[in-house]
């Protein structure tokens, strides 16, 4: 009896090792870079090399067409197991019922006890936890310090008015430009930014429910992009640009200022003196408050996945502490785990410019209404279409602003009516 139970035992374990072994994962990576793929391939390495019997198959999606080329992926049943979620996107993903609830993989999780209150808080949608974010973005401004010099400009910027002054004294270089400005894929965060700026406040909605991105102020906010776009402090060719393009501009000394997150310092510290440029907190306006945008992206799980526990596995391996600090020193976010934050890494003066901002009373974090289920879109397809007819030309402030008033205010109320 002990020699067939034996066998049988053997027989089990060969059938599940082979059925394991047959597991291929899907993982979509959506924020694309060639720096960032390398980093991700290093930690699912480490996954595989633990799990022997899994694959991984890592996708990777170019930025600028990511969310049209997953949104076609998915209805066409190529489904992944694990994607890269931004925050954009996932009240569309949660409120469609397509993303799997981690709440009860994290509880059993060893480290789910050390992922911060925020991180846990922006994972989650309607009290349910569906992404473990990967780190936060924090917009600050980058600033060369010899084309200020070499165009008479002795400070960086403290206002809005002095960011507009100095990008027209650094355009006057001949073949130098103000503002890396981010008028293609992603700059949601700019236009929004500004628009808060110089509103004075960062609420995107009334009491009463109204998109408040067409008020008297936000209008001025969006005119000053158009602004620095028409009046040449700006590339031309910066209508298009992504983040690629206008990381580049600034660590190649096309433009003198970037917004942008910590991501940006990678690429910038590799090809750029560190005495050369510096960062410090986003330019206030009228009100004297800034509101400079938070975002973040992270690890979910489709729940259409045959492999749950696997594809959590995996979402654990990207998410624990050892990978998440290099994934964060890496890639260029604020890290998620408590305590991560007394790395010296991160306790050096190229931080400096964000943690002025989280500390200082008159920057406020703005953080996107993510909960919104079309956001995603609004972000991804409607604002970049109709800003860059706006810096183009073709239309106004007003108008581009009362398209995005409605779109917006009709998305708020679907929302509150689910409350």
């Known amino acids: 009896m002990k020699k067939l139970l034996t066998g049988i035992s053997a027989i089990a374990m060969l059938t599940a090792s082979v059925a394991y072994a047959d597991t291929t994962l899907k993982l979509v990576e959506v924020i694309t870079s060639p720096e960032r793929t390398e980093v991700l391939k290093g930690i699912v390495g480490e996954y595989e090399a633990a799990n022997p019997g899994v694959t991984v198959e890592i996708v990777s999606l170019p930025w600028g067409q990511a969310f049209e080329k997953l949104a076609t992926m998915v209805a066409g049943g190529d489904v992944p197991d694990v994607v890269e979620m931004p925050d954009t996107w996932q009240a569309l993903y949660a409120g469609s019922g397509q993303l799997a ?14 992922l911060t209150d925020k991180t846990v808080a ?3 949608q309607a009290g349910d ?68 700026t110089m509103n004075g406040t960062n609420e995107f909605f009334t009491e ?21 776009y028409q009046n040449g402090y700006a590339p031309k060719d910066s209508v298009n640009w992504g983040f690629n393009e206008i990381v580049a501009g600034f660590y190649s000394g096309t433009c003198a200022f970037l917004d942008q997150d910590p991501d940006a310092l990678i690429a910038i510290s590799e090809r750029m003196p560190a005495e050369d440029f510096a960062v410090v907190p986003m330019p206030v306006g009228p009100s004297g408050k800034a509101f400079p945008t938070i975002g973040f992206a992270g690890w979910s799980i489709f729940s259409s996945t045959e492999h749950e526990d696997e ?68 972000a991804s397809t409607v604002l970049l279409e109709t800003s860059q007819e706006a810096l183009l030309g073709q239309r106004s402030a007003q108008d581009v602003a009362d398209e995005w008033a409605e779109l917006l205010t009709s998305e708020y109320g679907k929302w509150k009516a689910k409350q």
Not at 105 to 111: K, L, P
Not at 135 to 152: C, I, Q, S, V
Not at 208 to 228: A, L
Not at 344 to 349: K, S
Request: glycine share 12%.
């Open 122 to 124: 922006m994972g989650s």
């Open 129 to 196: 936890l569906y992404m473990i974010p990967y780190g936060f973005y924090l917009r600050a401004m980058f600033y060369n310090k010899k084309l200020l010099a070499e165009a008479g400009v002795d400070s960086p910027p403290g206002t809005m008015e002095e960011f507009m002054a100095a990008s027209a004294a650094v355009s006057e270089l001949d073949g130098k430009s103000g503002y890396c400005l981010r008028g293609g894929p992603g700059g949601t965060n700019g236009w929004i930014m500004f628009a808060a």
């Open 311 to 378: 594809a959590f596995d995996l979402v654990a391996t990207l998410s624990s502490p050892e990978a998440n600090a290099t994934w964060s020193k890496r890639v260029g976010v604020i890290p998620i785990h408590k305590g991560a934050d007394q790395d010296p890494y991160f306790q050096t003066e190229q931080f400096k410019g964000w943690f002025d901002e989280l500390n200082g009373e008159q920057y406020e974090p703005t953080v996107m209404p993510t909960y919104l289920e079309q956001w995603g879109y609004f």
């Open 101 to 114: 609830s981690l709440k009860d993989h994290v509880a059993g999780w060893e480290h789910g006890a050390t």
């Open 208 to 228: 009463d429910g109204q998109s408040r991105i067409n008020e008297p102020g936000s209008i001025e906010g969006i005119q000053f992009m158009i602004d620095m």
